[in-house]
């Protein structure tokens, strides 16, 4: 099918979706970056574009194939990705921010590579814009607004509060640490809308990407009734 001709339960809408990881230069050979593999991100955009969605999927740096359907925009750094999403998320009727944002960036990029000279080295960070805030802000905000949590302790509750202070329709949350959620094929999420709550069990990306959007697909019916 042409992008976003499909059809499905989200057929005639369209969805921005951000995936992977963010990398801040500190000098043209290094970066401050976040462990993401971009898969959970990819697979969501997979999964809306199999529901019949017309997908804008903006990537942080990654190694993947991009999902058949999609249309890709590829970005480095926080910044570039909070301009290519404020670039298309006009008229879009949902936004999943999978990405890995950084947080933070160096305040100040070196232009030549950074010797190693001293027997320490401080670097000065300082916030990066937060792109599902700026959407979730919006007056003319998508009608489906879902964020993603990575947590290692206090999942539900780290959630909850995000789902609040950033104003979202759903949040998917999964644990992470030394061993789990990052490199792996396999993932398991926990999903609260403000009065409900979701177990998804471990299973692979794609399989769960897949659920993920049939939870998003009913509220998106809902907000319409
Ligand atoms: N996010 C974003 N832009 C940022 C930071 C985060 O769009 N600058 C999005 C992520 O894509 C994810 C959600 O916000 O959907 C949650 O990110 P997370 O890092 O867990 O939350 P933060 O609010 O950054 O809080 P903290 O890192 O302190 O847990
Ligand atoms: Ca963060």
Same mark, same amino acid.
């Given at each position: 099918?042409?992008?976003?001709?499909?059809?499905?339960?989200?057929?005639g809408r369209?969805?921005?979706?951000?995936?992977?990881?963010?990398?801040?230069?500190?000098?043209?050979v /290094?970066?401050?970056?976040? /462990?993401?593999?971009?898969?959970m991100?990819?697979?969501?955009a997979? $999964?809306?574009?199999?529901?019949?969605a017309?997908?804008?999927?903006v990537?942080?740096?990654?190694?993947?194939?991009t999902p058949?359907?999609?249309?890709r925009?590829d *970005?480095?750094?926080?910044r570039?990705?909070?301009?290519?999403?404020?670039?298309? +998320?006009?008229g $879009?009727?949902?936004?999943v921010g999978v990405a890995?944002v950084?947080?933070?960036?160096?305040?100040?990029e070196?232009?030549?590579? +950074?010797?190693?000279?001293?027997?320490?080295?401080? *670097?000065?960070?300082?916030?990066?814009?937060? +792109?599902? $805030?700026?959407v979730?802000?919006?007056?003319? /905000?998508?009608?489906? %607004?879902?964020g993603?949590?990575?947590?290692?302790?206090?999942?539900?509750?780290?959630?909850?509060?995000?789902?609040?202070?950033?104003?979202?329709?759903? %949040?998917?949350?999964?644990?992470?640490?030394k061993?789990?959620g990052f490199?792996?094929?396999?993932n398991?999420?926990? *999903?609260?809308?403000?009065g409900?709550h979701?177990a998804?069990?471990?299973?692979?990306?794609?399989?769960?990407?897949?659920?993920?959007?049939?939870? +998003? $697909?009913?509220?998106?019916l809902?907000r319409?009734s």
């Amino acid at each position: 099918a042409a992008l976003g001709g499909g059809e499905g339960p989200l057929s005639g809408r369209r969805f921005v979706v951000t995936a992977g990881p963010t990398h801040e230069p500190l000098d043209p050979v /290094r970066f401050i970056g976040n /462990r993401s593999s971009g898969r959970m991100g990819f697979a969501v955009a997979a $999964a809306l574009a199999e529901a019949g969605a017309e997908v804008d999927l903006v990537a942080g740096p990654v190694h993947l194939a991009t999902p058949h359907g999609v249309r890709r925009h590829d *970005v480095g750094t926080a910044r570039e990705m909070h301009r290519a999403v404020m670039a298309c +998320i006009d008229g $879009a009727d949902g936004f999943v921010g999978v990405a890995a944002v950084a947080d933070y960036r160096p305040a100040s990029e070196a232009g030549d590579k +950074i010797k190693k000279s001293a027997e320490s080295m401080a *670097v000065e960070l300082v916030p990066n814009p937060d +792109i599902l $805030a700026d959407v979730a802000a919006r007056n003319d /905000r998508p009608a489906v %607004v879902v964020g993603f949590a990575a947590e290692t302790r206090d999942l539900e509750n780290a959630a909850r509060g995000k789902l609040e202070a950033k104003k979202l329709d759903l %949040v998917a949350a999964n644990r992470v640490g030394k061993d789990l959620g990052f490199d792996s094929e396999d993932n398991a999420l926990e *999903v609260f809308s403000a009065g409900r709550h979701w177990a998804l069990s471990p299973k692979a990306k794609t399989a769960l990407a897949r659920e993920l959007v049939a939870i +998003i $697909a009913e509220r998106m019916l809902e907000r319409e009734s």
